[in-house]
C-alpha cells in the first residue's frame, strides 16, 4: 500500500467521537490512530471494512499506548472469523483527571500469532483473578459496608429511654433509601469511583 494513500481496512468507533477508517501506515504491517483526550472514554469498537479484504489466514492485533508511548498494551484482535470487537481498556489512576493522548495500534500478523496473544491474554487475566479477585471483592465489600454504616450512624439521633443509660439510638426509616440513592449517584457520576477506595 503507497503510504500518501488513506489506510481503510479497519474502521475504529470511540463514543460519542466519528467513526475512523483511515489510519496512518508506520510500516510495511503496522498502523496509529493517535487519538486526544483518552481518559473521557474507556472503550472502542475496530471493525474490518473489507475495503480491502484481510486475507482469511491473516488478523489484526490491537494495541493502545500512552502518552509518552513507552509501552503498548495488547488489547484484543480482528479477523475475518471475528470482524468486529468492542474492547475494554483500563488507565492509571492520575490519567482519570487529566487529558490525556493515546495512539491506537494496529499490527497485520498471522491468526496463529493473534490465537496466541489471546490464549496470553486470556492466562494472564485467569492468574490475576485467582491471585487477587477474592482479596479484592472482599475489600470492595468491606469498603461499602463501612460507607454504609458511616451514613447511618451520620443520620442517627438520640431519644429518651426507660432502659440504662437513659437514652436509644434511633436511625430514621428513609435513611436506607437515602444511603441508596446516595451511592447511585455516585456510581452513575464516576462508575471506576470504587478503584479510589482500594
Not at 493517535?34 to 475495503?51: A, D, K, Q, R, Y
Request: proline fraction near 7%; include cysteine.
Amino acid at each position: 500500500m503507497n503510504e500518501q494513500e488513506p489506510i481503510t481496512f479497519c474502521g475504529i468507533v470511540l463514543p460519542g467521537r466519528p467513526v475512523c477508517v483511515s489510519l496512518t501506515q508506520v510500516s510495511e504491517d503496522k498502523y496509529l490512530l493517535p487519538i486526544e483526550n483518552i481518559s473521557t472514554t474507556s472503550h472502542v469498537c475496530v471493525f474490518l471494512t473489507g475495503n480491502p479484504p484481510l486475507q482469511a489466514e491473516f488478523a489484526c492485533a490491537i494495541y493502545m499506548s500512552l502518552y509518552p508511548f513507552e509501552s503498548w498494551n495488547y488489547l484484543g484482535s480482528v479477523s475475518m472469523e471475528n470482524p468486529s470487537t468492542i474492547l475494554r481498556f483500563r488507565w492509571p489512576q492520575d490519567a482519570l483527571d487529566r487529558d490525556i493522548s493515546a495512539q491506537l495500534g494496529i499490527g497485520v500478523m498471522s491468526l496463529e500469532e493473534v490465537r496466541f496473544l489471546d490464549y496470553q491474554k486470556q492466562q494472564e487475566r485467569q492468574v490475576i483473578l485467582n491471585v487477587v479477585g477474592d482479596q479484592t471483592l472482599n475489600k470492595i465489600g468491606q469498603k461499602v459496608v463501612e460507607n454504609f454504616y458511616n451514613y447511618l450512624q451520620s443520620a442517627t439521633f438520640q431519644i429518651p429511654s426507660n432502659e440504662p443509660p437513659g437514652f436509644m439510638d434511633v436511625v430514621p426509616s428513609n435513611a436506607v433509601d437515602r444511603w441508596m440513592q446516595s451511592f447511585d449517584q455516585r456510581c452513575r457520576n464516576n462508575p471506576r469511583f470504587w478503584q479510589d477506595i482500594l
